[in-house]
């Protein structure tokens, strides 16, 4: 059973950039969330995917958007880039929006 | 709204060690509880959960049993090891999606 991965590992950016990161999700799992961990923070919901369909979303910009694929992989966009935005980017993945979550390692992002 | 305490850190305590965090929670409606385990340079793993008042979940030599009197979520263990240092998170799910609510959490240091 594969389980949750995320590319790239790490990425560094300058304010007003747009960046993708990626999210596969674990084997047979059709719901994806998005978290973002501030330094020092617990993870804050972004948005979640189920079924390539929007499923919830948290107190972030228009600029924070998502997609889920057919395969269940996801991407998360940010747009117009802030240093604000510097923090680990958790992919995780259940069945069914079930709320037991599994996580991929993240992806660390850092905007100069 | 939704809202996870979690006590104050850093922790650090001798191998063998008694080891209580503390968690309490704020929620509308019979949140899910989680504990949520972090290593260094690592995502999250789902240590233990309860879904019901009374529940009591356990692994690895973690317990905690879900307290609805006193909106309570304590993570215990009776005698911790070095490989137990981590970041922990104490986290709740409400919703119909299974998006989760986490504490800031707070580390945890074991010394030999």
């Known amino acids: 059973e594969t389980g949750v991965t995320q590319s790239p590992t790490h990425l560094i950016k300058t304010r007003g950039q747009q960046v993708t990161l990626r999210c596969s999700s674990q084997s047979g799992h059709n719901t994806v969330s998005w978290y973002q961990q501030a330094l020092g923070q617990g993870p804050q919901f972004i948005f979640q995917y189920y079924r390539e369909e929007e499923n919830g979303r948290g107190n972030f910009p228009p600029r924070f958007s998502g997609l889920q694929f057919p395969n269940y992989s996801s991407e998360l966009n940010v747009n117009a880039l802030e240093l604000d935005d510097s923090a680990l980017y958790l992919c995780?993945?259940?069945?069914?929006?079930?709320?037991?979550?599994?996580f991929g390692p993240g992806t660390r992002l850092t905007v100069l | 709204g939704n809202s996870v305490t979690q006590m104050e850190g850093p922790v650090t305590l001798s191998e063998e060690a008694f080891l209580t965090i503390n968690c309490t929670y704020t929620?509308?409606?019979?949140?899910?509880l989680f504990w949520y385990v972090q290593y260094p340079g690592e995502g999250l793993q789902l240590l233990l959960k309860a879904t019901k008042a009374d529940d009591k979940g356990s692994n690895k030599g973690f317990e905690a049993t879900y307290r609805k009197e006193t909106t309570s979520f304590h993570l215990e263990k009776g005698s911790v090891q070095v490989s137990d240092s981590a970041v922990y998170f104490c986290?709740?799910?409400?919703?119909?999606?299974?998006?989760?609510?986490f504490g800031k959490g707070i580390t945890l240091s074991v010394r030999p």
């Open positions: 995780a993945s259940s069945l069914d929006r079930f709320p037991e979550q599994f």
């Open positions: 986290a709740l799910n409400t919703g119909a999606n299974s998006k989760l609510t």
């Open positions: 929620a509308t409606g019979y949140p899910s």
